[in-house]
């Protein structure tokens, strides 16, 4: 399959796997990562990086989407509406692309969504993250969203599996040797680079 997404509980090491898998090919993907960021300890917020950055931190981190404080979780939609999405254009030029993850709010999103489709519309091959539909059960109860979001959520998985060049694949993650092959096979396909080194 030209696109891959992951599918399983929160934390299992999804991201990880994929980050592992692709190595220093992550200098040259499209898309965007989701990066958690800690302080002191407990988890502040997370911030949408593009893939080249994420573990740089000589580079900027990105943008801040989500921020948990006292009040509750704050939420910053412009970071989908304007960054993220300007990113998803941005890998339409790319040799492939890495989203993780999607299926959170930026579902409701209209300028998301639509450069989402638009990325969905090109050749590009892609290795993603998509929230698991009790994830987003958890999320919707976390950062109030509305009952409207669960129905979007639905609706876009069963948009993904449509899809004839798509593949959702259900992983536990890090210690998933079957799901490591089927990257590592994806790679070789769509993403090796002469600068890639043996994993």
């Known amino acids: 399959m030209k696109r891959i997404f992951l599918t399983g509980p929160i934390g299992c090491g999804k991201s990880t796997l994929i980050k592992n898998v692709l190595g220093d090919s992550l200098d040259v993907a499209g898309g965007f990562l989701t990066k958690r960021i800690p302080e002191q300890g407990e988890l502040e917020g997370f911030d949408i990086v593009s893939p080249a950055v994420c573990e740089d931190p000589r580079r900027s ?47 409701l999103i209209p300028e998301f969504m639509e450069a989402f489709e638009e990325f969905l519309a090109s050749p590009v091959p892609c290795l993603g993250v998509l929230k698991a539909l009790p994830s987003s059960e958890k999320l919707s109860e976390t950062i109030g969203l509305s009952t409207e979001y669960l129905k979007v959520a639905q609706r876009f998985h069963l948009r993904l599996l449509a899809e004839a060049e798509t593949e959702i694949l259900e992983t536990f993650g890090r210690g998933d040797e079957n799901t490591r092959r089927r990257l590592k096979h994806w790679k070789e396909k769509y993403a090796t680079t002469k600068r890639d080194i043996s994993i």
Do not use: W
């Open 61 to 107: 981190s990105g943008v801040r989407f989500l921020t948990f404080c006292k009040d509750g979780a704050k939420r910053n939609n412009d970071a989908f509406s304007g960054f993220a999405a300007g990113l998803i254009r941005e890998a339409i030029e790319k040799p492939f692309a890495v989203i993780d993850e999607i299926g959170g709010y930026e579902l």
